[in-house]
Structures are given as structure tokens and as C-alpha cells.
């Protein structure tokens, strides 16, 4: 008899530890600190910086601002650099 109680109680204690951990796990309890506005503007900027550059690679100067000239890359790098100091915030 003695045996079936402590297996009841190992089993209780197993079902509660299962429980600690999927909830250690769950979203839902520790949203995140940073909106989810933040991280898109985040991403899309540096995203945005890499295709300015490669795009003024490609089409040789004349897009996506011919007038800018070189300084084309200065804007892709700018766009780059700003979406990675906005990194220093992201939680």
C-alpha cells in the first residue's frame, strides 16, 4: 500500500513539474518589452539599406537615385546604421 502512495505523489509531483515548466515556456505570462511595431521598422530599415546598395550595384548608378551619385551608398549604409542603433533598444 505503502508503494501505490508514493507513486500517486511521484506522479503528482512529475504532473506539477511538467506544468512549471510549460508554463516557464509560455508568451503569454512575459510579453515582450519591445511592440512589435518597433521590430518592423527595426528589420525593414537594415532590409531596406541592403537593397538601396544592391540596387545601385545593379543598375549601375542609375537607379534608385541617380542625382545622388555615389552618395546613394551613404544613404544605404545611413538606413543600415539606424536600424541597427534601434537594435540597442529591442528586448
Known amino acids: 500500500m505503502a508503494d501505490s502512495k508514493s507513486i500517486r505523489d511521484e506522479d503528482l509531483s512529475e504532473a506539477e513539474l511538467r506544468r512549471v515548466a510549460e508554463s516557464m515556456y509560455s508568451d503569454d ?23 538601396w546598395i544592391v540596387t545601385f550595384y545593379i543598375t549601375q548608378s542609375t537607379l534608385p537615385v541617380a542625382a545622388a551619385g555615389n552618395w546613394n ?16 533598444r529591442w528586448r
Open 29 to 51: 505570462e512575459f510579453p515582450s518589452p519591445t511592440p512589435l511595431w518597433y521590430r518592423v521598422i527595426m528589420f525593414t530599415l537594415m532590409i531596406l539599406g541592403v537593397l
Open 73 to 88: 551608398i551613404g544613404i544605404g549604409v545611413g538606413l543600415i546604421m539606424v536600424g541597427l542603433m534601434m537594435t540597442t
